[in-house]
């Protein structure tokens, strides 16, 4: 069974840190562009930052750039998201997706696969 699993979200304190992390099952990880992305409440799904197959291309919204940092370790299956200087802004359910074809879109509709997400809460 395919399956995408996101873990390390939780509540931060502004200006705080979390590292989320993507891991596969079921299939290789290194034949995805791996994209994440993230859902407020009452908004719509935004993606933020891809990353090529290798890990040496990169993709990112202006909204998080010089914050948020992608990266991946193809050996452990395991995508991460490095994100810092979290504002409240960034609360959300935030979400990994795999796309075969590695368009390096921030369209939710180029993505094959999908987890299930992690919260995000950025809050004093």
């Known amino acids: 069974q395919l399956q995408l699993v996101e873990s390390g979200g939780g509540l931060v304190q502004p200006g705080g840190s979390l590292r989320l992390s993507c891991t596969a099952s079921g299939f290789t990880l290194e034949d995805y562009a791996i994209g994440w992305f993230r859902q407020a409440p009452g908004k719509v799904r935004e993606g933020i930052l891809c990353?090529?197959?290798?890990?040496?291309?990169?993709n990112g919204a202006d909204s998080v750039k010089g914050r948020f940092a992608i990266s991946r370790d193809n050996a452990k299956n395991t995508v991460y998201l490095q994100m810092n200087s979290l504002r409240p802004e960034d609360t959300a359910t935030y979400y990994c997706?795999?796309?075969?074809?590695?368009?390096?879109?921030?369209?939710?509709?180029?993505?094959?696969?999908w987890g299930q997400g992690t919260q995000v809460t950025v809050s004093s």
């Open positions: 990353i090529s197959r290798s890990g040496g291309s990169f």
């Open positions: 997706a795999a796309d075969y074809l590695a368009t390096m879109s921030l369209s939710s509709t180029d993505y094959n696969y």
